[in-house]
């Protein structure tokens, strides 16, 4: 698998780290607890079939945290943006 970073253009995978899906919401700390909302997001992950979300970091390149979407059977990227553009 090959990422094109926005920064530095295609690269292999192993010059990224995952850094995990990049749909999760950390529940607000300022919010009463709420020990199934913090269980959730700590430990129950969804497995889709199609398109996924997910953070890459370039983290032997520009450093920089990416949005990678990709369908996880295959492997194929459909689009990568900065996670803060
Ligand atoms: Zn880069």
């Given at each position: 698998m090959?990422l ?11 010059e990224f ?9 950390r529940?607000d700390?300022?919010a009463p ?6 269980h ?15 953070h ?8 920089t945290?990416?949005v ?18």
């Amino acid at each position: 698998m090959r990422l094109t970073c926005p920064h530095c253009g295609e690269r292999p995978h192993d010059e990224f780290a995952y850094r995990g899906d990049a749909t999760l919401r950390r529940p607000d700390p300022a919010a009463p607890a709420d020990p199934e909302a913090e269980h959730s997001f700590v430990y129950l992950r969804d497995n889709p079939v199609a398109g996924h979300r997910e953070h890459w970091l370039h983290a032997f390149g520009c450093r920089t945290l990416l949005v990678v979407t990709r369908d996880p059977a295959t492997h194929a990227i459909r689009s990568i943006e900065l996670a803060a553009p």
